[in-house]
């Protein structure tokens, strides 16, 4: 079974169809609102699009397709939470920005090996008072290609 | 020797200011005598002094600098420790290489000053033992700049050139002499016989009267430590990222400012654009070096070489000081040189074989940088035999890299630009300089690799000339921008690969394209373009034309690697500056976009890499010439990989698959039955308004013949200057294949039979097929 542990920080979560998930607040550049997007023919189709953040172009993973989630309904604007990965800035386009939230003293568990689509990107599981909390591996995130073709992904 | 006076101005502007740090370092030092590092500072900085000195031949100065670099070696090594005697004497060697410095600048010698005190002090001071004899010093340590100051001055009591500080002190030497030569020495610098060098060196050098006007001077000395600065290549980056965002604020600005009609803010928008243009240009300025830079390191190259090749090469350059971006420098060093070896190798003729032609004995190898519209042109061109034609067309067939047939129509200009094919040399013998076939295909994709292009013109037996067409800089391009899936998308096209832009309108922008297969290709000028749709390539949404509206076909025919094609697009919106940003590592599987940019409304647009796109779309490669002449025809296969080549397939009832190389072809035509007429013996076409003479394969080669109410594919060939049309059954395909093993088949002496993709097909030869049958007919006609 998994063993339970801490680890300081602070987590600033999103939403993905309902479910929270977090990243660590140290490698949130900003989170802006929707951008105007520009499609990238022929890319990995979890590539959103490239934004203009003040002049500097960034790509934008669409996170739903990287978590193998349906498809985020037309009406809904996804929201920009800029990371910095070791490959420069990169937007995460999820549903929805939640709070802050700090799991300094709150015990994870690492994901059992069953979580789907999302394995390898989830790092740790918090069990919060009313939801649980997938805090993701931010460089695995942007680095390697959706779940469903990980078998060609180049780690 | 090449550029000299760059490198002396050069060792002296950083001679200043590694000095200027020399005194800090000395100042700390003394407050802090422990620390090694900055010893090992100083140290580096005399070493390098005295070796540049060494180097350019200024021997006072290597000497000189020779006595302290080996002083501070023994404090480094901590056989001798910091005393402010040694401090003083270290001082004073600086003060006097910085004289030496200044006599080098303003008339390129170091002048007669004699060192020999200060080298016996520094000498002196060196004596682990004694390091306290040369005494004085003791006394005036802490502010040790000036003791020589003051020293100086009074020797010379107030010689009328200088006040100035620290620097000039030493300066009055040379005025010295001429006011009290030899008397000043003993009567300054009595009392502490060895110690007070600061007079002693400033006395001594007496003899000389190099004295320039010593206005003049300080003028000089300004000039050259002091207006230049040193700038952090990353500064200048960040500089340039700064302006290309300016530029693309400005672009903005436009848009916005053509909405309004406010007369002061269209004048202030045409103020900042202005502005923002200069600035751009200032901090392009800044990149900017002369491509001398990388030019004298040549001539050292050439002589070498000419050594080892026992030739006798003179090189000359002409527009070294033309300007060019770093980034380019750095880019084009390595080809430059490449081009250089291969001519004194390839290109020269020994001196004997030039004599015996009525040549000069030494050959000339000349440099040549010009800008010339937005762009540089680099020439390298030897006076040698030019290329040898002959040995290029038979190495080429040799290596598979052209057919013979090929290889008899191809222009010479085409047939010289072979040597860039991939491992072609055609040194008879492999040497250590060249000859191994690497090298020049290198020298072409590196050029092509930053937006350049390499052209060569030989003459026999006169010479040869690489010359090369360089883009200014990297960072920001004129590109076409475009768009498709109606208007939805839009893509920037770089200038660099743009040829030409076609429009066609109503009927014939439904009939100017044809299908090959299912390839749709477009006549331009006679020639078959291969087009691409960018919305299909690139799998977008599909541009649909509304019904009733005019039909409009555009088409952007861009070049890259020497293919070119036709892009289909949307729409033509404009040309503009962008500035090119990385897509970034997410996206290096991307070979279609060469980056993305900023457009004047803020939105992203990508940047099409042209040859990427056709690599993706795998565009047909109709080896065509660039539309002059029929004959003229382009067989580049070098390019290509090894010895694939385009062929035209085509069914002829009774026959199996067959094939002719689709560079032979000048047209493809389908003609309806009714336009076929017989006059004389001959079948006949109305073609053109000429008269086409029709070849029909089957009753030459045997076969059935084709139903005669179905339209007829015809090939149009050129030879001559007669224009034959052959009637083939069906045009299947053009593909890009390997002919493998062609061997003559039985019963015909035009057929071939080889593996094409694996299957057996039938190659036909076709000149000489028409060259028979036009023979037939004229005995028929006569």
Redesign the interface.
């Known amino acids: 079974m998994t063993a339970t542990s801490t680890e300081a920080g602070l987590i600033c979560t999103f939403y993905l169809d309902g479910q929270c998930y977090g990243v660590d607040v140290a490698h949130v550049q900003e989170v802006v609102r929707h951008q105007e997007m520009t499609a990238v023919p022929l890319a990995s189709p979890s590539v959103g699009g490239l934004i203009n953040l003040r002049g500097q172009i960034v790509a934008a993973i669409e996170m739903r397709h990287r978590f193998g989630l349906p498809v985020r309904p037309a009406a809904k604007l996804p929201m920009n939470v800029v990371i910095q990965s070791d490959l420069s800035a990169i937007s995460l386009l999820v549903d929805e920005i939640g709070d802050v939230i700090d799991v300094t003293n709150i015990p994870f568990e690492r994901p059992p090996d069953s979580t789907g689509s999302a394995k390898g990107l989830v790092e740790r599981v918090y069990k919060l008072d009313n939801q649980l909390l997938f805090v993701i591996d931010v460089n695995r995130t942007v680095r390697e290609e959706p779940a469903h073709s990980e078998g060609t992904s180049h780690a | 020797m090449f550029g000299g006076d760059e490198v002396i101005r050069e060792f002296l502007v950083e001679s200043h200011e590694n000095l200027d740090q020399l005194d800090n370092a000395f100042v700390s030092l003394e407050e802090d005598s422990g620390a090694r590092d900055r010893i090992a500072e100083i140290f580096r900085t005399i070493h390098t002094i005295k070796g540049t000195a060494g180097f350019l031949g200024f021997s006072s100065l290597e000497r000189l600098t020779h006595k302290g670099e080996s002083l501070l070696s023994a404090l480094r090594d901590g056989s001798l420790d910091l005393t402010p005697a040694i401090t003083s004497g270290l001082l004073k060697m600086v003060d006097e290489v910085r004289l030496l410095l200044r006599n080098i600048e303003e008339t390129g010698k170091e002048g007669d000053a004699n060192h020999d005190a200060l080298i016996a002090e520094l000498l002196a001071l060196n004596t682990p033992g004694a390091p306290n004899k040369p005494p004085s010093p003791a006394d005036d340590p802490s502010p040790p700049k000036s003791s020589p100051t003051a020293a100086a001055s009074e020797v010379d009591g107030a010689p009328p050139t200088q006040s100035a500080p620290a620097p000039s002190a030493v300066a009055p030497e040379s005025s010295a002499p001429a006011v009290a030569p030899a008397p000043a020495q003993p009567t300054s610098a009595p009392a502490p016989a060895p110690a007070q060098p600061a007079s002693a060196p400033a006395a001594t050098p007496v003899q000389e009267m190099i004295e320039p006007a010593p206005v003049a001077q300080k003028a000089r000395q300004s000039s050259v430590a002091e207006s230049y600065v040193r700038v952090d290549v990353q500064n200048l980056d960040r500089l340039m990222n700064l302006v290309g965002?300016l530029v693309?604020a400005r672009n903005q600005l436009n848009r916005l400012g053509s909405r309004f009609d406010a007369q002061a803010f269209q004048s202030t928008s045409q103020m900042l654009n202005l502005i923002t243009s200069e600035l751009q240009e200032g901090v392009m300025k800044t990149r900017m070096q002369p491509i001398g830079n990388v030019w004298d390191k040549l001539p050292r190259v050439v002589r070498d070489l000419a050594v080892t090749c026992g030739k006798q090469v003179r090189i000359q350059m002409v527009g070294r000081e033309t300007e060019i971006d770093r980034a380019i420098l750095e880019a084009i060093k390595d080809p430059l040189t490449h081009i250089v070896r291969n001519a004194i190798d390839h290109g020269l003729e020994s001196a004997d074989v030039r004599a015996a032609k009525g040549k000069p004995r030494t050959g000339i190898l000349s440099l040549r940088a010009a800008h010339e519209s937005g762009h540089i042109t680099i020439e390298v061109s030897d006076d040698g035999g030019g290329i040898n034609l002959d040995r290029v067309g038979k190495k080429a067939v040799e290596r598979g890299l052209l057919t013979p047939d090929q290889l008899a129509r191809i222009s010479p200009r085409d047939l010289s630009m072979m040597i860039f094919a991939p491992a072609f040399s055609t040194a008879a013998q492999v040497t250590n300089v060249s000859g191994r076939g690497v090298g020049m295909d290198v020298v072409k994709t590196n050029i092509e690799k930053i937006g350049g292009a390499v052209d060569i013109v030989s003459q026999p037996g006169e010479g040869t000339t690489i010359r090369l067409k360089i883009p200014l800089t990297l960072a920001i391009v004129p590109a076409l921008i475009v768009s498709t899936s109606n208007g939805q998308?839009r893509f920037a096209i770089p200038q660099a690969n743009l040829v030409e832009l076609v429009r066609l309108k109503g009927e014939k922008a439904i009939s100017g394209v044809e299908f090959i297969r299912e390839r749709p290709v477009m006549r331009l000028r006679g020639n078959l373009l291969p087009l691409i749709y960018l919305d299909k390539v690139?799998?977008?949404q599909p541009s649909v034309v509304e019904p009733g509206s005019d039909p409009v076909l555009n088409v952007v025919v861009v070049q890259a690697d020497k293919q070119t094609f036709g892009l289909v697009v949307d729409g033509i919106l404009d040309t503009e500056e962008i500035v090119v940003?990385p897509?970034?590592?997410?996206?290096n599987d991307?070979t279609?976009?060469a980056g993305?940019?900023?457009m004047g409304d803020?939105?992203?647009?990508?940047i099409v890499d042209v040859a990427g796109l056709a690599n993706?779309a795998q565009v047909l490669r109709p080896n065509r010439s660039d539309g002059t002449s029929d004959h003229d025809v382009i067989t580049n296969e070098a390019s290509n990989d090894d010895s694939a080549e385009s062929l035209l397939l085509f069914e002829l009832p009774g026959h199996s698959r067959m094939a002719v190389p689709l560079n032979l072809v000048d047209r493809l035509e389908e003609f309806e039955p009714d336009r076929i007429e017989n006059v004389g013996k001959f079948r006949v076409i109305q073609y053109r308004n000429e008269i086409l003479r029709l070849i029909e394969l089957n009753e030459i080669l045997g076969g059935v013949r084709p139903p005669a109410d179905k339209p007829t594919n015809v090939i149009v060939y050129s030879t001559h200057g007669q224009t034959v049309g052959i009637s083939v059954g069906k045009i299947t395909d053009i593909v890009q294949g390997l002919v493998q093993g062609a061997t003559p088949v039985t019963d015909s002496k035009f057929l071939k039979a080889a593996i094409v993709d694996g299957k057996i097909t039938e190659i036909l030869d076709i000149q000489t097929l028409v060259e028979s049958r036009l023979q037939t007919m004229r005995g028929l006609a006569a």
């Open positions: 965002e693309l998308e690139l799998q977008l940003k897509l970034g590592k997410v996206f991307l279609v976009f993305a940019t900023i803020g939105r992203v647009a990508l993706h």
